[in-house]
């Protein structure tokens, strides 16, 4: 089997253009999911989701201002810049769980009110 590095590079951007997709589609699917009849263990995870994904977001954009494209080999390129997208939601997850408690606390106070959760 021959592989052209035009089709590894293409199937390399589809799979990291379908994990940043289906991260975003899981994110706007739980939030669609609460409701006044949502439990307190639901909303909370709706909201770590989201902090989550939003500090992954702030990761990404720092890292392309510290990382050069001047790499030589796209596709080991493509291979690291994968790694270096689950490795940093990873990261956002963990600064969620141990720093986020408080930003926490206030987005599920205020998503209760909104939903009239009791």
């Known amino acids: 089997m021959n592989v052209s590095n035009t089709s590894l ?3 390399l951007n589809t799979a990291s253009s379908n994990l940043a997709s289906s991260s975003a589609d899981k994110l706007a699917d739980s939030a669609k999911n609460i409701s006044s009849k949502s439990s307190e263990k639901e909303l909370k995870q ?3 989701d989201f902090e989550s994904y939003f500090v992954e ?3 990404k954009e720092m890292k392309k201002t510290l990382t050069t494209d001047d790499s030589k080999d796209k596709s080991m390129s493509q291979y690291k810049d994968m790694f270096m997208d689950k490795t940093i939601e ?6 969620v769980d141990e720093v986020g408690e408080n930003y926490t606390n ?3 106070e205020q998503m209760k009110r909104n ?3 009791k």
């Open 9 to 11: 590079e293409s199937m």
């Open 46 to 48: 709706v909201i770590k």
């Open 57 to 59: 977001q702030v990761l």
């Open 90 to 95: 990873l990261l956002a997850d963990e600064i």
């Open 106 to 108: 206030q987005l599920y």
């Open 115 to 117: 939903y009239d959760i």
